[in-house]
């Protein structure tokens, strides 16, 4: 292996490992504790509400502390090999409820540590998404790595998402979490070892909060992109959170057997992560992005008229092309923000921007929490043991009609918003 190929597999390894944990967790939350442990909708739409408004506050502050962190590991490694352990001892406790709590205690357990994996995955991703336009200067360079790390993503999901209703079956919830705490927690520390990040130049600046915050907001490609994006995660967080939902009352079928579609979603995604990487590179980055939010947003809605798992299935696979596209072109629209800012100011705010860039991701939670409680307003789905008169419709809902008005905002928003030809980005170091 190359030394540029070590380079690009190294840090593209990491994002298998920050997946495993965070998508068992944003994925069965909904399934473990309100169909399985008793939590109410109205508490659970309430709960990432609460998680939303608290992710606004220290998504700027993690990455402004990043940004400014100067130590002989570098900037990112520090954050990185702190936060992990503690992510992996929340994640596991999450779905490790004391047998001796019940009603709203589950529910307050539950929120305490959503909350507290929530924030430490935000440490981990801010610090790594940082160090992507710092170690890869260039289009291509970057178009290759990151199709390497959207691969890699894809393999984790297809652990952590579809495999799971299986492992979790034989296993349990709780000793599950601890197996892919473990996996992707090394993971994690193999990349941050692995990868070396820029030294500062001695005369660089250390960016200042409020100035960094007041540019963000000024920042007309910050507000489209992370829209945009904020959109389209609502739509996938939904459709993944929802699947072992679908699958029970729209299907009639064992919730175990959301695994065959979730498996259609990302095979199919791993081998469109090749060809949306090479449209990218035969043609402009903003258009081929433009293409896979409205491809994504129409294969949503042939899943509300599947009779059967099989048609399920064949439909689920072209869901899964539109998904691959869009991870493959969401990082390097991120990535030229920054590219953009630094040529701009003069400083490197990898970090401030990666946090800011990731709560606006986050705001999902904002627009899932409504969807939630429009299921209860609308169908009377309170929980598992409370499902309604029409739970089959309740999970149509959630799955093939909030999903594509979700996407068709998302597309709207990405017409605003263009770069002008890639720039060399200058050494850094100017002082404001």
Known sequence: MSQTSAKSFNYAIGMFGTSIPINMLKTFAFTFYVLGLGVTTRQWAAMLLIYTFIDAIDNPVYGYLSDRTRTRWGRRRPWLTIGTPLLILCFIAFYNVPAFLAGNAIFAYGMLFYILAGTLDSVINANYGALFPELFRGDASRAKTNALRQAFQLVAMIIS????????????????????????????????FTCRERDPEPEEARPGLWKALRDLLTNKKFWIAGLANAFYSAAMSLVLASVAF?????????????TFLLAAVLVIAIAGVAVWAWLVRRYALIPIWRTALAILAITFVPLYFAPDLITAILFSAFVGFGFSGVITTMDLIGAKIMDEDTQKHGLRREGIIANALGFMNRLNGLFTSVAYLLVFRIYGFESGDNPGLHPDEAARFLMTIVPPILMVVSFAFSWFIDFKRPAEIPAVTSQE
């Open 161 to 192: 998402i579809a495999l799971t209703p299986m492992i979790t079956e034989a296993l349990g919830y709780g000793l599950t979490s601890i197996l892919y705490g473990i996996l992707g927690g090394v993971v994690i520390l193999y990349m941050s």
């Open 246 to 258: 679908y699958v029970e009352y729209a299907l009639g079928l064992s919730s175990g057997q959301s």
